[in-house]
């Protein structure tokens, strides 16, 4: 059984990495991989990380392209390789531009797609921009489902995916997430933290397309004045879209209690989150990784497409308004029963097998 997985972005890297890993250890399975390199400073560490070694490289990564060029190149580079290679089954994971515009063509090409991470939803298409649609065209294009969660197979049975072709998996995140955590600390991160030993660490991400301007900027309002607590300090690597660093170092550039770096490779990136206190992203993965350390999550978004952490209480919504960013993380560092109630609730997005149970799938239905 020949399989494809084809992937684009860090996130998707860091998710199907345990996938690859799984596929190339079982007997009964030809794996190939396919990246479109649809970010190129921040896909070829995690690449290294995990020791994949891509078949195909597409290279698709131009500076200030937009959504619409980086479809059309997605489509036309990657067809050949699909008419060249006809694998059984293509694997994508998530919801980026090379997610919806692999999955379509695989559909071209009669092709089964596999969806990893599917049935997320904010039933909101502006938010976030352009991933809520770009998950509803794999799902309409996918043959199978790979849901992290009940919550994902329920949109899907709403949607009309026929129940058998839904699967509960968890999310290969978390798969990643312990293969990482049981790395050595690199000593950059050591260093800071060792530096910082006697405050309380809040990690930031913010760089979501529908946070830029005024959003991105009551973000970082909110950050300076929680950096006036004296047994806080604040962590942020920031994205290098102009979008971001921009506001972020014309606002925080020069305080004391804040620290910003570039953007992390994966490994700091996942000790961070690991010594942190109070983790506030825009981010998707984080949402289910910090959970993992026992970190609360205050998501920098007004709707997210993984209510069960918000349901569980390891996440909480808190929007980009100032004052409530403020009042929400002064909340949790002032009231340690509160900190440990979100601390200690349980992650709901998998236990660290989902590569297992998604080749599994795979391998039980066989080539047909």
Request: neutral net charge; hydrophobic residues 45%; aromatic residues 6%.
């Amino acid at each position: 059984m020949k399989v494809l997985s084809i992937f684009g972005t860090r996130p998707e890297a860091i998710k199907m990495a345990p996938v690859v890993r799984e596929l190339a250890s079982r007997s009964g399975i030809e794996s190939k991989v396919c990246v479109t390199a649809q970010h190129r400073e921040m896909f070829d560490q995690v690449l290294d990380l995990f020791k994949i070694k891509p078949d195909v490289d597409l290279n698709l990564m131009r500076p200030n392209q937009s959504l619409a060029e980086l479809t059309a190149r997605v489509f036309t580079h990657l067809d050949p390789v699909l008419e060249k290679m006809q694998p059984d089954w293509v694997l994508v994971q998530g919801d980026t531009t090379t997610v919806m515009a692999a999955a379509l063509n695989a559909y071209y090409r009669r092709i089964r797609v596999g969806h990893v991470e599917a049935g997320l939803r904010t039933h909101n298409k502006w938010e976030p921009f352009p991933e809520e649609i770009n998950r509803r065209v794999a799902s309409v294009a996918a043959d199978l489902h790979f849901a992290p969660t009940r919550w994902s197979r329920q949109n899907l049975l709403k949607e009309g995916v026929p129940d058998e072709q839904i699967h509960v998996t968890g999310n290969p995140v978390i798969d990643a997430l312990h293969f990482v955590a049981g790395q050595p600390i690199p000593t950059t991160v050591a260093k800071l933290l060792s530096k910082y030993e006697s405050k309380r660490i809040l990690l930031v991400t913010a760089h979501r397309r529908e946070n830029f301007g005024e959003p991105l900027e009551s973000i970082c309002k909110a950050l300076l004045s929680l950096a006036e607590r004296d047994d806080v300090q604040i962590i942020y690597p920031v994205h290098l879209n102009p979008n971001v660093q921009e506001p972020v170092k014309r606002l925080l550039g020069d305080v004391s209690n804040i620290t910003l770096l570039r953007p992390l490779d994966y490994l700091p990136l996942v000790h961070l989150m690991k010594n942190a206190d109070l983790i506030l992203t825009d981010s998707g993965g984080i949402q289910e990784e910090a959970p993992a350390f026992g970190v609360p999550v205050l998501v920098l978004r007004d709707v997210t497409e993984r209510p069960e952490g918000v349901q569980a209480g390891t996440l909480k919504l808190v929007g980009t308004d100032t004052q409530k960013i403020v009042n929400e993380a002064n909340y949790l560092l002032n009231d340690r029963l509160a900190h440990a109630a979100m601390a200690q609730a349980v992650n709901p997005f998998g236990m660290g097998d989902s590569a297992k149970k998604i080749v599994d799938v795979l391998l039980r239905l066989g080539k047909v």
